[in-house]
T-cell receptor, first 116, second 116 residues
Framework: AQKVTQAQTEISVVEKEDVTLDCVYE???????LFWYKQPPSGELVFLIR??????QNEISGRYSWNFQKSTSSFNFTITASQVVDSAVYFC?????????????FGSGTRLQVQP | DTEVTQTPKHLVMGMTNKKSLKCEQH?????MYWYKQKAKKPPELMFV???????INESVPSRFSPECPNSSLLNLHLHALQPEDSALYLC???????????????FGNGTRLTVT
């Protein structure tokens, strides 16, 4: 079975601070995909990034960066110089291909509040 | 702007009412999904359609009835709901079929349902 743990329920920072959202996953499969989604108050889940299990290269996109470490089964997300618009709930998710597999396994989410 | 459109945005219905939620995507995606999301919880999978055929039903009560009239449209018919069914209902689509796991899900803004 697959499991995603986001231990941080809620984080509050002041604008321009850096913040890291933690994600730890569990799976026995060697092929899997990890995702981050952002859910602003409007409700829509916005896809941010996908990583496959064979690609441990970290990625940077503007103020966002992701650190994937198979050794610790973690896929952490860092926002540099946070802005008020970053306030949202962020979900980490896991997908494992295979017959009979379901769709995404979501973590419980981390609510990020960025104060002006 | 989201590429998955859901209507209505808000819906209030009584327990004896019949209503329908609608979802539309024009990305040529092969799979469409219904998720239910309670406050401060991650989305929970309800149904998946693959090539317009129901492929996954996560033991959802029969008062929820999905329908996929064509590859672009997905409906969720509601009848005799309970107050505990009040939630955000999210539609999503993906290029991949469930079990492939690679493609991200594209979500709509959701319908916020209140059952009185």
């Amino acid at each position: 079975a697959q499991k995603v743990t986001q231990a941080q329920t809620e984080i509050s920072v002041v604008e321009k601070e850096d913040v890291t959202l933690d994600c730890v996953y569990e799976t026995r499969d060697t092929t899997y995909y990890l995702f981050w989604y952002k859910q602003p108050p409007s409700g829509e889940l916005v896809f941010l990034i996908r990583r496959n299990s064979f690609d441990e290269q970290n990625e940077i996109s503007g103020r966002y960066s992701w650190n994937f470490q198979k050794s610790t089964s973690s896929f952490n997300f860092t926002i540099t110089a946070s802005q008020v618009v970053d306030s949202a709930v962020y979900f980490c998710a896991l997908s494992v291909p295979g017959t009979g597999r379901r769709a995404l396994t979501f973590g419980s989410g981390t609510r990020l509040q960025v104060q002006p | 702007d989201t590429e998955v459109t859901q209507t209505p945005k808000h819906l209030v219905m009584g327990m004896t009412n019949k209503k329908s939620l609608k979802c539309e995507q024009h990305m040529g995606h092969r799979a469409m999904y219904w998720y239910k999301q309670k406050a401060k919880k991650p989305p929970e999978l309800m149904f998946v359609y693959s090539y317009e055929k129901l492929s996954i039903n996560e033991s959802v009560p029969s008062r929820f009835s999905p329908e996929c009239p064509n590859s672009s449209l997905l409906n969720l018919h509601l009848h005799a709901l309970q107050p505990e069914d009040s939630a955000l209902y999210l539609c999503a689509s993906s290029q991949d079929l469930p079990g492939q796991g690679y493609s991200p899900l594209h979500f709509g803004n959701g319908t916020r349902l209140t059952v009185t």
